[in-house]
């Protein structure tokens, strides 16, 4: 296989696990305390430092993907393809998550159609 085709892959694919962790970073608390009464009483430097823990796993596949998939770099992608893949793989990890784990958040049209945005995005991020 192509060695550029597999390092956009392998950069596609570490941006997918560190937005699984950003995500739980971000969210996770609010599944936690759900799960873990006891979570409820945390103060907020504490929820803070959780959840800086968890982001801290995120930048350790972030910066690896992003220095993978960067041209300079070996990579076939530029600044602003990354950035914009980035923020799409976001999103699609981000509903995959809501629809898994936070079952009681509904997705509406209106969500779809700012997605379908979002592809829009990465199509003409991509356009040569």
């Not at 560190?18 to 945390?42: C, H, I, Q």
């Not at 893949?85 to 898994?100: A, C, G, M, P, T």
Request: include cysteine.
């Amino acid at each position: 296989m192509n060695p550029i085709l597999l390092r956009g892959i392998g950069t596609v694919v570490l941006l997918m696990v560190s937005n699984v962790f950003m995500t739980f970073a971000w969210y996770g608390t609010f599944k936690l305390r759900e799960m873990y009464p006891s979570v409820k009483d945390w103060p907020l430097m504490v929820v803070i430092l959780f959840s800086w823990g968890l982001a801290f796993f995120e930048y350790c596949v972030a910066v690896p993907a992003n220095r993978f998939g960067h041209h300079d770099l070996g990579g076939p992608f530029n600044l602003m393809q990354l950035k914009v893949l980035q923020e799409s793989i976001s999103l699609v990890v981000f509903v995959l998550i809501v629809h898994l784990v936070f079952k009681g958040e509904p997705i509406h049209w209106n969500h779809f159609v700012s997605m379908l945005c979002i592809v829009l995005a990465v199509f003409f991020a991509f356009l040569k």
